[in-house]
């Protein structure tokens, strides 16, 4: 097991306050142990890269601290306090939004339906889910977020699922972009994207701590961890194994702990 | 995208050309119902005298209505990637019920509540069973409560049917507003009223996202599971306005009423284009759906062929609507790829 080196750990991160914690996180699938004790910090305006080959268990700590998987055991803190989540619906109420891996969209509805989905604003309100939508007001809703984006050109009421894996990812990484209020976390989100596409994503990633959100985004890809993470994190078999401080030529050092090479 | 082109000149453009091409047959396949409603009507009235008389129109239409009702429930269920065979029983129970509790010679209104009441009650059991009893087939589901449905109408009848129904469901089944079927335009409004429900509301957008992606439905936060069980409690409201307009037209309540209607249900929303894929399809197609075939049966016996032969004739339209669903599904993802070599260029 290759542990950080004292002087790799970030004193950037640790002096600003704790985001989001997780501590000693235990899920298991029948005899598939996913993950077997995994711990994770995450401060104020960090972005932190999850790092881990196939199979480490970096989808399944993303989906506990969205709400989808419930823990075996562990707990997990959103600013010093305990967050408690029953559906993926508390997650968003809590501030946190996720960009999924495997291009999280539905492709049967438009761009500007895509990016609301569950925020919709209904009239009259008392209807509840059967107020009526209103189209007008929801492509001027995209339009004012979309234009810091490369989609910003795409029609919102386009269908999704015409449009390219690129803009598709774009999509979503809007989605999450623009409503989360504490973290935002990205699972792999420039695995299937071109050259350019991923750098307008990245980009986008890099500014997120301006507006004091934090950001854990997975990766494989090692030149674009260097860009945008300030600190990585590595998990191993269900375990994080290490972390180290993100500077300009890391690379190497980053998939020797990967690897689990000291 | 404009910009894209520019830099990346000629191969792009006939990427783009060839994008234009599939679109429009996407667009094509989309109004396909439609257009072969029209063609069916054509032919048939060219082929057969009486085809388009207004009697024989407004006969089609009556009764493609309880067709039409049916369709309108069923396609909610497939929209979400279900399916509900149950609904042909139901409208045995519903009008068995009826005829229980009011007594045909007691012409009651309150039975027109009583209709969609027994039908929402069988709907809502479907949704928990299948939601809730983690049965991750909703076609067995409902099989089985086909089963149950009917074995319950022939014991509250005590197999016997009871001739007689109230004259308010009597005049809604054969009546006419105009000229035109009531059952008829009660259907058409009330698929108005449907098309509001899916297209304006949350609700619908919702159920369109449901089935378009279940997971995603519920990673960001969707109440998926109250949504799939409301398809299937409002599938079973409308097959029980089904088997009032069945009750009204054959002015008995037999508990073996709607054996079968299950697959003309079915087979309207599938020939409407709906996608047994989920989250593709729209009301006005499932009402074209329901019309083709009814317009088939007619037709073929205006032209005094067997009617076994429009059972051929629409087996086979469910088997080329689902051929042309597969086929939807290769062009948009031949639009999807063409468009990401385009951007990349
Ligand atoms: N829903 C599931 N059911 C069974 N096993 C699962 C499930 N999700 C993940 N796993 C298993 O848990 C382990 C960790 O998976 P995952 O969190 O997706 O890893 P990563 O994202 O790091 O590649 C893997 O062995 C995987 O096969
Ligand atoms: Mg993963």
Redesign the pocket.
Known sequence: MSVASPDSISNVASAARLALSVRDARKA??F?T?LAGASLDLHEGEIVALL??????????I?AITGIVTLDSGDIELDGRPLRLRSPADARASGIETVF?DLAVFDNLTVSDNFLIGREQTWPRWLGPLGLLSAGQEQRQWREHASALSVSHVSPSQEIGLMSGGQRQAVAVARAVAFARRVVIL?EPTAALGVRESDEILTMVRRLPERGLSVII?SHNMDHVVRVADRAVV?RQ?RSVGEMTVRQGVQKDLVAMIMGVT | MEAHVDIAGKSSETAAGRRDYLSVLLWLLQAGPIIILVTLVVAFGLLAPHFISVRNLQNLLAQSAIVCALGLGQFLVILVRGVDVSVGSVIALSVVTVATLTGVDQPSSVALVIYPLVGLIVGLINGFLIVKGGIPQPLVVTVAMLGIVAGVALLISGGNTLVGVSPAVHWLANGKVLGIPAGALMVLVLAGLFWLMLRRTQWGRWLYAVGGNPDVAQWVGLPRDRLIMSAYAICGTTAGIAGMLYHGRTGSASPLSGIGYELDAITAVVVGGASLFGGRGSITNVLFGALIIATIRSGLQQLDVSPFWSSVAIGIGILLALELDVLRKHIETRIRTLRARQVSQ
């Open positions: 699938y029948g598939v996913a881990g080959d196939n199979g480490a268990g970096k989808s399944t700590l989906k891996q699972d997975v998990m269900g």
